[in-house]
């Protein structure tokens, strides 16, 4: 993974200066993770003689995918779900039960994925930049591969909005500029929806490839960014044009252990999945995070596990939830060595895994569920009522959670009748809790529902300060990035 870090070096950042910037990282991320380019024999590595071929362009397209999967567990996956109310961390993930802010260590932790989400960036941007030049390549082929390029870089840059407020907007137009000033958050936002839009305007109705996007991947997570923003009209017509379309659905359960027909390490893809992180069991391609979740004598990830993130079958969030729900019982007791009410998950797991950093499960960052729910909310918040409409919208979630039809009323229906506004998004929230469960998506809910503070006072017995709702700016970026200044552009309580 070192060569991942080779972004902060100042040997690296003459080469930015110096305007010589060179495929070499690309090259190197693809050769190690895609055998069949082990036999190819490029001219040159050059930015100006790289896209000579379709395969070249999809070649330097893929390199910016890697990054995105790495230090999840450090990131958004891992840290967001463990300061839900549902989850309990032990050993050094113990620190987020306190609610104290990130100590040196996760202040460490974080920077990684901080470094990898600006690595993944790079990549975007040598390729936004570098297509327009190939003299080989249709117009056709440029604005597809564009259009890939910007929705990743959209979504990388949702993540580190969400998780460290305002950031430096580097783009493919001050890529050789090592100072860049720390953009406010409405900046950054205003960026994201200008690149999502050029991606749902160029990418194909079908993704070139499991694991890539297509244009209804960029109307998710546009019709997210929308709703994380207010603005629920445009939230509530994009989820629906996605609805519309019967592209998705929801995979069916009947019993609990249905849920690997969703999550599951060897499935290849399902009527869910609009845009998902791939991994594998390869050395340097796998997914750590389950190994998280994980005890070794569980057998559910190999022979590994750290179990460092559990729940308790006294917590009040556990004791509260349904127990005919088929998504609590992926919630199992295991002695862990913190008391006889210990919890651990089996939502991911692999049991084929190699080793902690060999889980070749998805991480399943928009699904169709994603879209039922935000439809639900938005479409609610836009009309100030919740309807009919978006209240089917909830009960397919909740109907396959209890192993019913989604399409098809049940004895689990919710009653329009028994809602206003408030509890209506009340009831969403809890939904989006028990369905969202470990999937990195918990903090961030609650924060952009304004119930951080109130929800984990009931649920955990414990106080929000501010230092909660943000990551502290890595002190790499502070060393290098000479336009920011610690006193001024660090996060409050760092």
């Not at 192993?403 to 004895?411: E, F, I, L």
């Not at 951080?452 to 970026?477: D, F, H, M, R, S």
Request: charged share 20%; aromatic share 12%; proline share 5%.
């Amino acid at each position: 993974m070192e060569k991942f870090r080779i972004i902060n070096s100042p040997g690296l950042i003459q080469l930015f200066r110096a305007g010589r910037i060179l495929m070499y990282f690309s090259l190197a991320v693809v050769l190690n993770a895609c055998e069949g380019i082990l036999e190819e024999k490029p001219k040159s590595i050059a930015v100006e003689t790289f896209y000579n071929t379709l395969n070249e362009a999809e070649t330097a397209v893929n390199a910016i995918y890697r990054p995105i999967g790495l230090d999840l567990q450090n990131g958004e996956i891992g840290v967001n779900s463990v300061l839900s109310e549902f989850t309990f961390g032990r050993g050094s993930w113990a620190a987020m039960n306190d609610y104290a802010g990130l100590n040196d260590t996760w202040k460490t932790r974080v920077s990684e994925r901080w470094t990898s989400s600006y690595l993944s960036i790079r990549n975007t941007n040598i390729v936004i930049g570098s297509l327009p030049k190939s003299e080989t390549l249709s117009q056709e082929q440029k604005d597809r591969l564009i259009g890939e390029a910007k929705f990743l870089r959209a979504f990388v840059y949702f993540q580190l909005v969400r998780n460290w407020g305002g950031v430096p907007l580097r783009t493919e137009e001050n890529i050789l500029t090592i100072n860049v000033s720390r953009s406010p958050k409405k900046e950054v936002y205003d960026f994201i929806i200008k690149d999502l839009l050029t991606a749902v305007a160029s990418l194909p109705d079908k993704p070139r490839l499991i694991g890539t996007p297509s244009l209804w991947a960029a109307k998710t997570l546009l019709a997210d960014v929308y709703l994380h923003l207010g603005m629920n009209s445009e939230s509530s017509q994009l989820a629906k044009e996605i609805i519309d379309s019967g592209k998705y659905s929801l995979v069916p359960v009947k019993e609990t252990d249905d849920f690997q027909k969703l999550f599951g390490a060897d499935i290849v893809t399902t009527s869910e999945e609009i845009f998902y992180s791939r991994f594998s069991h390869l050395p340097g391609q796998g997914n750590v995070w389950p190994g998280l979740m994980a005890h070794p004598a569980t057998g559910f990830q190999g022979r590994g596990g750290v179990y460092g993130v559990h729940s308790l079958s006294n917590c009040l969030a556990y004791t509260e939830w349904d127990n005919l729900d088929l998504r609590k019982g992926q919630w199992f007791p295991w002695d862990i060595g913190v008391g006889p009410n210990a919890l651990l998950s089996k939502k991911f797991i692999d049991p084929n895994s190699l080793g902690l950093d060999r889980a070749a499960s998805p991480i399943t960052w928009y699904r169709y569920a994603d879209v039922l729910l935000i439809f639900a909310e938005a479409n609610a918040q836009a009309g100030g009522r919740p309807t009919a409409e978006g209240l089917d919208a909830l009960n397919q979630v909740h109907r396959r959670a209890y192993g019913y039809d989604p399409k098809t009323a049940s004895p689990a229906d919710f009653k329009l009748e028994n809602y206003n506004l408030s509890s209506f998004l009340d009831l969403i929230l809890r939904e989006r809790g028990y369905e969202f469960e470990l999937e990195g998506k918990r903090w961030l809910d609650l924060k952009r529902m304004g119930k951080a503070a109130e929800i984990t006072l009931k649920y955990k017995g414990k106080q929000v300060p501010e230092i909660n709702y943000l990551w502290p700016i890595p002190i790499n970026e502070f060393n290098f990035n000479l336009a920011l200044d610690p006193a001024r552009d660090q996060n409050p309580g760092y």
